[in-house]
T-cell receptor
Framework: DGGITQSPKYLFRKEGQNVTLSCEQN?????MYWYRQDPGQGLRLIYY???????QKGDIAEGYSVSREKKESFPLTVTSAQKNPTAFYLC?????????????FGSGTQLSVL | GENVEQHPSTLSVQEGDSAVIKCTYS??????FPWYKQELGKRPQLIID?????GEKKDQRIAVTLNKTAKHFSLHITETQPEDSAVYFC?????????????FGIGTKLQVIP
């Protein structure tokens, strides 16, 4: 399970609370991604970052925020503005260059609302 | 943005039979089409990918075909085995500057019956 690590495995959020999901990789990958997985909806892109101190919104960024202060780390904050946060969250990373495009996924964080 | 449709959502086959999963995409500029396999409780893993300049790619029992004109691509698994049982996701998007940004389909749950 080395390479890309997500924590915690399970997380519970109270109403009005912000929570932060951790994602760390030791693969020296430049790009990192956050996906949300809901039953029957596949994986939807929340945010992605191709380089330190830069990130872009994905398809469902509302209610989420990220930072990329270090190459190895790409934490995701689920804010109180996200009204339906219960989902499985997957972090991924990839290197650049032909043949290196595959996404390496973490083991995920299951977020539930109390 | 890109829109990917995948079907069927569930598929049951007898061991040894073939399985076919089909996807369509909307953005004619998409040039990268990966397929990921997610076993129960595990992270998604790339099983095969194809670029827009190739019509077909094969890796042992797995093959992917791409029809750019019709904007559809398919995954073919021959001689299915019980360990092929999993959820399969297609994706479509662009490789740009060495990085990828893809949109996933909703997934197909494949069950191989021994």
């Amino acid at each position: 399970d080395g390479g890309i690590t997500q924590s915690p495995k399970y997380l519970f959020r109270k109403e009005g609370q912000n929570v932060t999901l951790s994602c760390e990789q030791n693969l020296n990958h430049d790009a990192m991604y956050w996906y949300r997985q809901d039953p029957g909806q596949g994986l939807r892109l929340i945010y992605y970052s191709q380089i330190v101190n830069d990130f872009q919104k994905g398809d469902i960024a509302e209610g989420y925020s990220v930072s990329r202060e270090k190459k190895e780390s790409f934490p995701l904050t689920v804010t109180s503005a996200q009204k339906n946060p219960t989902a499985f969250y997957l972090c991924a990373s990839t290197n650049r260059g032909q043949g290196n495009e595959k996404l390496f996924f973490g083991s995920g964080t299951q977020l539930s609302v109390l | 943005g890109e829109n990917v449709e995948q079907h069927p959502s569930t598929l049951s086959v007898q061991e040894g039979d073939s399985a076919v999963i089909k996807c369509t995409y909307s953005d004619s500029a998409s040039n990268y089409f990966p397929w990921y396999k997610q076993e129960l409780g595990k992270r998604p893993q790339l099983i095969i990918d194809i670029r827009s300049n190739v019509g077909e790619k094969k890796d042992q029992r797995i093959a992917v075909t791409l029809n750019k004109t019709a904007k559809h691509f398919s995954l073919h698994i021959t001689e299915t085995q019980p360990e092929d049982s999993a959820v399969y996701f297609c994706a479509a998007g662009r490789l740009s500057g060495g990085y990828q940004k893809v949109t996933f389909g909703i997934g197909t749950k494949l069950q191989v019956i021994p």
